[in-house]
């Protein structure tokens, strides 16, 4: 199976800080990794897909970047609401297997 | 508007089984691979599989081979999950999964399942 290795495991942040996180793929996926965010007591929610394609109606704070094993996901401008924990996913190859997490807290 | 409902909270014992539904709405039911994922509370996401409702075929996570029986019945659009052998390990919130066309991003999720196996 592909291990995503993402870090870090978390963050303290504040409303308008730039936030980047990190996902490593064990072996190369190509451009299919994927970025979730989840709030608690929510199901996931997809941001971006193929490493850098911004899902319908999600802000252009958020963005993504890299190929083959090592990803990069982006807020540019913090808000209050991006308090969540995210996630990378690499759908490149059966079984698709998520990174651990990155959760944002407040400073 | 695509939407997965998923059914409500299971208690169930250890070493018994729980079967866990998604019913879709809105789109081809048999165009679309359902996918299910994990999630301990507190914890990350597991991916466990998927059921093609169109042929049936069906791919499970080594994990999850032996613990986890995908069905669907395209009749009512509803895709399942049977849990079988349950222990306290399994308890967890259940998520299943829709990808959207031309991408296997998960655009579409329900609001999972939350399964409490405990004596």
């Known amino acids: 199976d592909i291990v995503m290795t993402q870090s870090p495991t978390s963050m303290s942040i504040s409303v308008g800080d730039r936030v980047t996180m990190k996902c490593k793929a064990s072996?190369?996926?190509?451009?299919?990794v994927d970025w979730y965010q989840q709030k608690t007591g929510q199901s996931p929610k997809l941001l971006i897909y193929?490493?850098?394609n911004r899902y319908t109606g999600v802000p252009d704070r958020f963005t993504g970047s890299g190929s083959g094993t090592d990803f990069i996901f982006t807020i540019s401008d913090m808000q209050a609401e991006d308090l969540a924990v995210y996630y990378c996913?690499?759908?490149?190859?059966?079984?698709?297997?998520f990174g651990s997490g990155t959760k944002l807290e407040i400073k | 508007q695509v939407q997965l409902q998923q059914s409500g909270a299971e208690l169930a014992k250890p070493g018994t089984s729980v079967k866990l539904s998604c019913k879709a709405s809105?789109?081809?039911?048999?165009?679309?691979?359902m996918y299910w994922v994990k999630q301990r509370p507190g914890q990350g996401l597991e991916w466990i599989g998927y059921?093609?409702?169109?042929?049936?075929?069906?791919y499970y996570s080594e994990r999850f081979k032996g613990k986890a029986t995908f069905t669907a019945d395209t009749s009512s659009s509803t895709a399942y999950m049977l849990l079988g052998s349950l222990t306290p390990e399994d308890s967890a919130y259940y998520f299943c999964?829709?990808?959207?066309?031309?991408?296997?991003?998960?655009?579409?999720w329900g609001q999972g399942t939350l399964v409490t196996v405990s004596s």
């Open positions: 999964a829709r990808h959207n066309s031309g991408y296997w991003g998960f655009a579409y």
């Open positions: 072996q190369n996926v190509g451009f299919n």
């Open positions: 996913k690499q759908s490149n190859s059966y079984p698709f297997t």
């Open positions: 193929k490493a850098s």
């Open positions: 059921i093609f409702p169109g042929n049936g075929w069906t």
């Open positions: 809105d789109y081809t039911f048999t165009n679309y691979y």
